[in-house]
């Protein structure tokens, strides 16, 4: 397993540097001077000199890399052009906002996705199957931004149950706020595990392990919950992986609607004003991020699955 | 009470199927007596392993009950609640089943799984995993401690069966089932299993009923035995009795395929001339006909019943019958 561990982010980080090299370089390779775009009109000879020398655009690109991964092994992502502050540091600041909207919302909609399907793998082709199934279907086909602006007018405007914009203040504050958006932006994703679950464990139902285990007289339950579901939960823990790069962008739209704070909005904001540093440094952790759900759910399902740890 | 363990009495079971009914098993009558081994022998696909499944009710979901009665202990299976089945389930009756490849949780440890088919034992955990080393040692299979930490990827098909085997006897049922326990293992093995087999049936006293494609098989290891042919017993009996002088057509052919002892036959899987008749659309007259070197006008059409040759031993075939050679 530790083996396993090593190898699988090893993998990770070889996969990140080939995204962000690639980043770097197709971000250079868009035709036009970075310095005047960024500049504008306000751009005079010596401010163009002095930037084009911060960002070493003047260096050949060999050397504009590894200048690029030398600040980045020192955490540094580079200045923010308007404001003078440190883009890890602007960044940093906005990600835990998104990273607990997202993972609020993969945890209440994995957790009732997963009952839900287990529920109606148990008891196939009944009316609760057939009922669960019709949710399962409406809940896949809303997009994050329309349930968005629903919740919002219905939960927020109307029934003012729950804040309308922003972060909030203190422990019940956020979650007070959360709980909109992360009702969005998993709301689609029930449906979806639901019905990934429900397959993937009618399918382990089947299998002639499963007899066995009821040939020992284990009780139902038992059978269900360990001997069938942990094999069935495994293609749900690689579609939650791999989900996260999903999950960022429905993010987006959740903070824009929510007027949360975040690095969605962050990019947002900063592609209108061609802030490129913070559009580099937002993309780069965002990528980051998504090796990193990735490699997790390789790592869980090695840690359910004994046959997994052999691979990579 | 009477020394019979297990009876099955006119037996029959169809799965559903768009086709229509598949007529998997008709008629199925024969028992087991305490302590006894008794082998059920016919090519793949005549109903073995969904009679076996029939016994424990663990068939597949499409299956249809169609008459008959299970009697373990003088109690019909077929009536008793689920929750009472569950209770003889690997506790009065355990099953080794066809696939070893397939037959354990591939995300569990076998330590786990011999520890979770111990849930109706008072004994703790310490002891427990103390039982299941000593089971899989006593199966044959070399330090049961460290192997108890592995998955059933790491184990051979022999090993598995293995596993399979001593799971299966680890709780002393008194009736063992195996499903084809040696079909995937090469020769070598196979008589070691059979041999493991028989002892572990001496030391226990359990009743084996043994299945097998294998006459040489059955005749080595079984007391008794039924022949099966597309769903219908058509030949039960003395195992010595029947290898000698066997009453009907099929039963001859599948000695004729196999007719050594298991450690000198050539490995071959017997291969009668002829097709097997479709079970959702079944021929009157005798099953065997299409493929019987011997038939007679009568056999087209009526059905051979199984009757009583002499004590002990049935056949369905009109041959047996005196008017038919008159
Ligand atoms: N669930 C099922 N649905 C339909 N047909 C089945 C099912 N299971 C088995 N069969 C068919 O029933 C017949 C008997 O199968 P089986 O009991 O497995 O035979 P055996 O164990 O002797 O090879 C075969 O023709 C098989 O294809
Ligand atoms: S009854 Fe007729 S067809 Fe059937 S096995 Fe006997 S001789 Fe052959
Ligand atoms: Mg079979």
Known sequence: MLIFTF???????LILIVAVTTMFLMIRAVPGDPVQIMLGPRAT???????????????????????????????????????????????????????WLILSSIIWSATLGIALGSYAAAHPNTVIDRITAAISVSFVAAPAFVVALL????????????????????????????????????????????????????????????????????????????????????????????GMGFLLSSAVFAEIVFARPGLGKLVIDSITTRNYPIVMGSVLISTGLFVVSTALADLINAWLDPRARAAV | MSDTLLEIDRLSVDYETA???????????????KGEIVGIVGESGCGKSTLISSILRLTAPNTRFRKGEVRFKGQDLLQLPEHKMRDLRGADISIVFQDPMQTHNPVLSIGQQMLDIQHRSQAGKVEKRARAAQMLGAVGIPDPEARLEQFPHEFSGGMRQRIAIAMALMSEPDLLIADEPTTALDATLEVQIIERLQELQQELDCAILFISHHLGVIAELCDRVVVMYTGAVVESGDVREIFHDPKHPYTRRLIDCD?????????????????????????????????????????ASEVPPLSKLKEGHHAACWLNHEEVHQ
């Open chain 1, 7 to 13: 190898r699988r982010f090893g993998l990770a980080l």
């Open chain 1, 45 to 99: 000879p010596e401010l163009q000199a002095r930037l084009t020398a911060e960002l070493a655009l003047d260096q050949p690109i060999w050397k504009q890399l590894a200048i690029f991964y030398g600040n980045l092994l020192q955490g540094d992502l580079g200045t923010d052009v308007f404001s003078g502050r440190s883009v890890t540091e602007i960044v940093f600041q906005q990600l835990p906002h998104t990273l």
């Open chain 1, 151 to 242: 919740s919002l007018l219905i939960f927020a405007v109307n029934l003012q149950w729950f804040p309308a914009i922003g972060a909030g203040e203190g422990f019940w504050g956020r979650l007070n706020h959360l709980v909109l958006p992360a009702f969005a932006i998993g709301l689609s994703w029930v449906g979806y595990i639901a019905r990934l679950v429900r397959a993937s464990m009618l399918e382990v139902m089947g299998e002639p392990h499963i007899r066995t285990a009821r040939a020992f007289g284990l009780s139902e339950r038992r059978v269900v919950m360990i001997y069938a579901l942990r094999i069935a939960i495994l293609p749900v823990v690689t579609v939650i992986g791999v």
């Open chain 2, 19 to 33: 086709r229509g009914d598949l007529k998997a098993l008709r008629d199925i009558s024969f028992d087991i007596r």
């Open chain 2, 259 to 299: 007719p050594g002892h298991i450690k000198e036959r050539a490995r071959v899987l017997p291969t009668i001339p002829g097709e097997v008749p479709d079970l959702a659309n079944l021929p009157g007259g005798c099953i065997f006909r299409d493929r019987c070197d011997q038939a007679v006008p009568r056999c």
